[in-house]
């Protein structure tokens, strides 16, 4: 709707087009080197990019003294006024030279330069009867600003969705920064998590409580309903075809025990090792369904009689009887980091994944290094499981003590 926008209001197109964050990240060495001082030495260039991306285009911010001033609350590390903004600012400004000269721009700064077009020249009435925004935690604050713009100004007309424990885009969600002025008695808090067994919750609800600093008052805790349900089961292999070939193997024995397909979900990031799984499932005859097509749609039909594989910000929104998230490793979801940014969002990531579920759960890892953050579940809800000899002193000191060695 972006695009749709831009070309509405006439606004130039980069001549080589809109690209991501990853294929910007090529051009961020040369563009710190404005950085003479070395004041952001201990940044990645990952880390400086998304605060380019997500602070300056996201919050549309025009000036170094916006950029000073503005409150980022809610990001992982701080940066000091009088030094590191202004050099971060330096860094954004070859970047933005380097975009120039290439004829291309970041995808965040659409949204940015739509919101200014509209403060310049605001709307006289608003475009729509009402609007829904669902998902709202994974929106810039930019997109609210446009929206707010095309609406003149107006927001009594809004119905806003979102749960800032889910935010897997976007790092330091805040309501305050999407421009939204709900009066008392507009907005209401649901605590009450009616997709997952409290079991599930339960075993998940550690990875939210490691969030309440980076968003305070915004981050509502659930509390599970219902029946119990199963414990988690948490289980290590010694190697990632040794784990995709297990998943698969228990996949089937769900099918012949007349669990439907449909209600199947493996959650992989990774497409290479879904469509490892893919051919595992193929050789025991089981149907399934990537949500990435042939032609790149990425889409699933809920009704179709297949085993789901998906990534896991495509499940948002769905549930599934029987979840499998395989792969929880260091390199997946990271308990630690170095730019205060990515353990926080792998916690998020690991708390969706696990929320898909409505009943029976099941986590893996494989190699020496599960991730960390299976140490951190409430371990009244989980049951471990671990491959023979795997356990040793390279595993997180948290899951060496959980882990009981059975064969694989």
Not at 32 to 45: E, K, M, P
Not at 344 to 350: K, Q, S
Request: charged share 25%; glycine share 8%; aromatic share 6%.
């Amino acid at each position: 709707y972006m695009a749709e926008l831009a070309r509405e209001f006439a606004l130039p197109e980069p001549r080589a087009g809109y690209r991501s964050a990853e294929l910007l990240l090529p051009l961020l060495p040369d563009a710190r080197r404005a950085d003479r001082a070395g004041v952001l030495a201990s940044w990645s260039d990952r880390a400086l990019l998304d605060e380019i991306l997500e602070v300056i285009h996201g919050r549309v911010l025009t000036s170094v003294d916006a950029y000073v001033e503005t409150n980022r609350r809610g990001r992982g590390r701080g940066l000091d006024r009088a030094r590191q903004r202004p050099a971060l600012w330096a860094v954004h400004e070859r970047l933005r030279a380097a975009c120039d000269r290439r004829g291309v721009a970041p995808w965040d700064a659409l949204p940015a330069r739509i919101a200014a077009h509209l403060e310049a020249r605001p709307a006289a009435s608003p475009r729509f009867g009402a609007v829904v925004i669902d998902e709202a935690q994974d929106l810039l604050p930019s997109i609210f600003r446009v929206v707010l713009a095309l609406q003149a100004g107006r927001d009594e007309n809004l119905l806003v969705l979102g749960d800032a424990a889910q935010n897997v885009y976007r790092s330091g969600f805040r309501w305050g920064h999407t421009g939204l002025r709900p009066a008392a008695g507009q907005v209401t808090h649901l605590r009450r998590c009616f997709r997952s067994t409290p079991s599930i919750v339960g075993a998940a609800a550690p990875l939210l409580a490691r969030q309440q600093r980076r968003f305070e008052g915004d981050l509502v805790l659930p509390e599970g309903d219902g029946e119990a349900g199963p414990p988690v089961h948490v289980r290590t292999y010694r190697c990632v075809e040794a784990e995709l070939e297990s998943v698969a193997e228990e996949v089937g024995i769900r099918i012949e025990n007349g669990v439907p397909p449909s209600s199947i979900a493996v959650l992989i990031d990774d497409a290479e090792h879904r469509a490892a799984l893919g051919r595992h499932l193929d050789t025991l005859d089981c149907a399934w369904e990537d949500f990435r097509k042939d032609r790149r749609e990425r889409r699933i039909d809920i009704f179709d009689q297949s085993v789901k594989l998906l990534g896991v910000a495509s499940a948002k929104g769905i549930e599934f009887q029987v979840v499998f998230v395989p792969l929880v490793t260091e390199a997946s979801f990271p308990a630690a980091d170095d730019d205060g940014e990515s353990a926080d969002r792998a916690r998020r990531m690991l708390y969706t994944a696990m929320t898909r579920c409505a009943w029976e759960l099941r986590l893996s890892a494989h190699g020496a290094a599960p991730s960390g953050l299976l140490a951190e579940l409430d371990p009244a809800h989980v049951v471990w499981e671990g491959a023979s000899g795997l356990v040793g002193a390279s595993m997180p000191s948290g899951l060496r003590s959980g882990l009981e060695t059975v064969s694989a």
